[in-house]
C-alpha cells in the first residue's frame, strides 16, 4: 500500500477491470470458435412417415434432404412438400436453440 488513499483504490480498479477484461476476451474467443465451428454442425430431422430426413446446418440453414424413395410409392406421396417443409422447421429450431443455449452459457461464463 502506498501512502495516497486514492491511488491504492485505483490500482485496484484497474486490477479488477482488466481481470474482467480477460475474462470477457477469453470468452470471445470461445464465441469466435464456436461461430466458426456452427456450418460443421447438422441437426437432423426425420421427415413424418419415413419419407427420409433433412439435416440443417449450425445456423438452421438447410444442408440437405434425402428422400426415401420406397415411401413416395404409398398415398402419402401428395403430403410429401409439406412434412419436408415441416421437419426443416423442426430442424432449424434445434439448431438455433442449441446454439442459442451455448451462447447464453458463454454470456453467462462471461460475467461470473
Known sequence: MSEDPLKDQIITAVKAVTGRV??????MKEIDEFDGSLGARG?????????????????????RVRLNPDSLETGD???????????????????????DAHIDKLARKMWQ
Open 77 to 99: 406421396a401428395f403430403k410429401l412438400g409439406s412434412r419436408v417443409l415441416e421437419a426443416i422447421a423442426a430442424a432449424r429450431r434445434r439448431a438455433l436453440s442449441a446454439r
Open 43 to 63: 441437426t437432423r430431422c426425420e421427415i413424418e412417415a419415413g419419407m427420409g430426413f433433412v439435416t440443417v446446418d449450425g445456423d438452421g440453414r438447410l444442408v
Open 22 to 27: 480477460e475474462a470477457i476476451d477469453a470468452v
